[in-house]
């Protein structure tokens, strides 16, 4: 479970994270949705502990992220934008490598490795070198190193920007599969659609605010719109110009 | 116990980052070539210095008139190495075309004035301007003094006198340089040499897994994983240093097989780079590697991209260039204080060691701790450099 209060972050005068609180609960699929720009990134990377917040709590299965980062850190996987893979390692030492740094070795890590190359259909790809690799099959690395040391709480940001429709499904799967094993999943999009299937709840972002929080149905109540797309552009807009 | 963690995950990062750069052929290609580039140098430059001193003493007399002085020619054919055959025609203009390297006149006055015991002129044509053939003129002056000398000695004794009474002084060159230093002298290139390649083999490491680290975008991921910045940074820096130190013994063995092939006895000349002094030369190299891989290291974590990176490691170059440089120009070698500048010192217990006169355990302490501690200095830098936001995600 996570769960941010008041959180704040500046970048010189700008606030991008300006007094951000919500809960991604066990089990559920939490959806981060604002535009480009709305903060989502900033928020995760406070979240997973390599920005430190101005002010606020942050909070990782009651772990203390500010106060203690590494502790917080064993119980996340993360998906960072942009994935950042080494062109000269094989997708298998990927692994190895975040596994070791998690303190995994041995036949363990061997054992998980193998489970991860099944469930995300990488045996083919396995002991190539990432250089090549599809834009598809980097997000696979990406995302079997995120999970490797099995964590409780999964932040993916914006993971399937940019991939085609095969892959984009595959990702989704992956998702719906770790909610159902009781993780806590929170993941940020700008992708109206994608969230409105996959999400349980939408955290909606824009400039550096929480817009609206609420499952699916009720954005669509609260803004009076059936169609998402609809209600999000709202929402958004609402915070642009709060006169209006 | 988190201690224990710490180090065991900067060991984790080290094997990655080496594994990583094994792979880089370019890079390996890079570090090979400054590896093998000096003793290369080295050999070939020693080659033709022990050429020309081989030349220096079999050396072919070309005379002009030789028939005019068979006394002097039987007397130059007697001494060892000597050759004699007829010079050509217009002398001066062959040394001047350089078909030949020196050339002795003897003029058509020569027996008349010999005979009458006045100073009979012999001219020796050579081109100062040319240092190749300067060992040969020097050769031919001293055989030619010799002879003169000689027969001085026989005409006061004709005359009853002692030939004592004509040398007022006994000049005595007392050469106080041991065979090792000159050796030195020639081969001051070895340590700058050394510490080049010790220099350009952690460079590469030190810039791809910090500044190229957060170019690819692979350093935000990397930061996620559980572990202290400082374990990050000393994986990194550890890595560097293997690669350096790695470099520079390869350097070091070459410079020593070479030595073993080029006829350095035959100048008087012996360099010591056996197994014996292989262990000063890594005391001296091994704090050095250290200490560059980390100035290495935190250049490159300050600079915004990746060919910045490379372009400040241009600059630092200099650092293991300089001491060489000057030390040919104004000759120094270990004092306590001079071991205390950082490359200036390695490069003292280097030359010093190679020369076959190592120095004291006090100087090597010196530059050890200098180069622990600002190793140590710039660690922490880095480390402090890895936890700002700045640095981690780019300006």
């Known amino acids: ?244 | 116990m988190t201690g224990l963690r710490a180090v065991r995950q900067a060991a984790i990062v080290c094997r990655k980052e080496l594994r990583d750069s094994l792979r880089d052929r370019r890079a390996l290609w890079s570090i090979l070539f400054s590896v093998i580039i000096g003793p290369v140098l080295i050999g070939f430059m020693m080659n033709r210095i022990i050429d020309r001193q081989r030349e220096a003493e079999n050396v072919v007399i070309p005379i002009v008139g030789m028939n005019r002085a068979p006394a002097l020619v039987d007397w130059l054919r007697q001494q060892a190495g000597v050759t004699v055959e007829e010079g050509p025609a217009d002398a001066e203009r062959a040394v001047k075309e350089r078909r030949e390297a020196v050339v002795v006149v003897i003029p058509e006055n020569f027996a008349e004035r010999f005979a009458d015991s006045k100073p009979a002129t012999v001219r020796v044509v050579a081109d100062g301007s040319r240092n190749d053939t300067r060992a040969q003129g020097e050769r031919v002056r001293r055989l030619l003094a010799v002879y003169a000398a000689e027969i001085g000695s026989l005409r006061l004794i004709v005359r009853g006198v002692s030939p004592a009474a004509v040398r007022p002084l006994a000049i005595e060159d007392v050469e106080v340089s041991t065979a090792q230093q000159r050796a030195a002298q020639i081969l001051t290139f070895i340590p700058m040499f050394i510490m080049v390649a010790g220099f350009v083999g952690g460079m590469q490491i030190a810039t791809d897994s910090t500044a190229g680290e957060r170019e690819r975008g692979s350093l935000e991921p990397l930061l996620v994983n559980p572990a202290p910045r400082a374990s990050f940074v000393t994986g990194k820096w550890l890595a560097a240093s293997v690669a350096a130190i790695g470099s520079a013994i390869l350097t070091t063995a070459l410079c020593a097989q070479l030595t073993k092939l080029l006829p350095l006895e035959d100048m008087g000349v012996s360099l010591r780079l056996g197994p014996d002094y292989f262990g000063y030369v890594l005391l001296a190299a091994i704090p050095l590697c250290l200490f560059t891989a980390a100035l290495q290291a935190t250049v490159a974590t300050m600079s915004r991209s990746f060919k910045e990176a490379q372009s400040y490691m241009g600059v630092l170059m200099l650092g293991p260039m300089l001491p060489g440089l000057v030390a040919s120009l104004y000759p120094m070698g270990s004092t306590l204080w001079l071991n205390g500048i950082p490359m200036l010192g390695s490069f003292l217990l280097l030359s010093d060691t190679l020369s076959g006169r190592p120095p004291g355990a006090a100087e090597f302490l010196t530059s050890a701790a200098v180069s622990f501690a600002l190793t140590v200095g710039l660690l922490r830098v880095t480390t402090r450099l890895f936890r700002s936001e700045h640095i981690i995600f780019g300006r």
């Not at chain 1, 769960?3 to 959806?31: L, M, Y």
């Not at chain 1, 036949?107 to 002991?127: K, P, S, T």
């Not at chain 1, 095969?166 to 999009?189: H, K, N, P, W, Y």
């Not at chain 1, 709840?201 to 499952?215: D, P």
Request: with cysteine; aromatic share 4%; glycine share 10%.
């Open chain 1, 1 to 244: 479970m996570i769960r941010i209060e008041d959180v704040r972050k500046h970048f010189g005068s700008v606030a991008a994270v300006d007094g951000v609180s919500f809960t991604a609960e066990n089990g559920a699929i939490t959806g981060l949705l604002g535009p480009n720009g709305a903060g989502k990134t900033t928020t995760l990377r406070m979240l997973y502990a390599v920005m430190a917040p101005d002010s606020g709590q942050i909070h990782v299965d009651d772990i203390d992220a500010v106060a203690s980062p590494q502790t917080a850190q064993a119980r996340l996987g993360v998906l960072p934008d942009g994935f950042g893979l080494y062109p000269r390692l094989t997708a298998r030492e990927h692994l190895e490598y975040f596994g070791a740094l998690h303190d995994m070795g041995g036949a363990h890590l061997a054992r998980r490795i193998d489970e991860l190359l099944d469930l995300l259909d990488m045996r083919g790809i396995a002991d190539r070198r990432t250089a090549g690799f599809s834009h598809g099959e980097r997000t696979k690395v990406a995302l079997a190193r995120a999970l490797v040391h099995d964590p409780q709480n999964v932040l993916l940001d914006e993971p399937t920007n940019g991939l085609d429709v095969m892959s984009t499904r595959a990702v989704r799967a992956i998702v719906g599969r770790l909610r159902d094993e009781g993780r806590c999943v929170l993941f940020s999009s700008h992708v109206m659609q994608e969230v409105s299937a996959l999400c349980d709840s939408i955290v909606v972002m824009s400039r550096g605010k929480v817009a609206a929080v609420g499952s699916p149905d009720d954005l669509r109540r609260q803004t009076g719109h059936d169609n998402l797309e609809d209600a999000f552009v709202k929402l958004a807009d609402r915070r642009r110009r709060p006169s209006a």
